[in-house]
């Protein structure tokens, strides 16, 4: 009788290699679904009629923030931030954003992948630092309608 309780080693590998391949297909596919809704979202937003927008505010002072270099590569990589930062877009009239030493340079639509893009390339709200380029210093700030 002890015999028949007795388990192979054949079929505790064969186990743990079933526990193992389970294990990693379940991994990918609660990640493909991640992935999938993500691309329902932005569908939905994009279909949904709105446009997202991209603002630019500059700030006298850095203060005590992390200050990232924008390069040549950020302004190929994203044109609407060269728009608003370079001239095209650019209006530093704009009003003020509560304090003196900030302000709204300008503005442009843009699409939600590349608001999408912008967010997590230079982070909610200056979370990543705030951006330099000839002196002065930047904050992106995207909006989805």
């Not at 743990?16 to 990918?28: D, E, P, S």
């Not at 608003?84 to 992948?113: C, F, H, L, M």
Request: aromatic share 8%; net charge negative; proline share 6%.
């Amino acid at each position: 009788m002890a015999e028949d309780v007795k388990t192979e080693p054949k079929n505790r590998l064969k186990t743990a290699g079933i526990i193992v391949v389970c294990g990693l297909a379940g991994v990918v596919a609660v990640g493909l679904g991640l992935m999938l809704a993500d691309a329902l979202i932005l569908y939905a937003h994009e279909s949904s009629g709105g446009q997202p927008m991209l603002y630019v505010m500059e700030w006298a002072e850095p203060g005590e923030s992390m200050v990232v270099p924008l390069t040549e590569q950020d302004f190929d990589q994203h044109p609407a931030l060269a728009a608003v930062i370079r001239g095209e877009e650019r209006n530093p009239t704009a009003w003020e954003w509560g304090y003196r030493d900030q302000r709204v340079i300008g503005g442009t639509k843009v699409s939600y992948r590349e608001s999408k893009a912008l967010h997590d390339a230079y982070g909610p709200g200056g979370e990543r630092g705030l951006l330099e380029y000839e002196g002065a210093y930047y904050m992106v700030l995207t909006t989805w309608p």
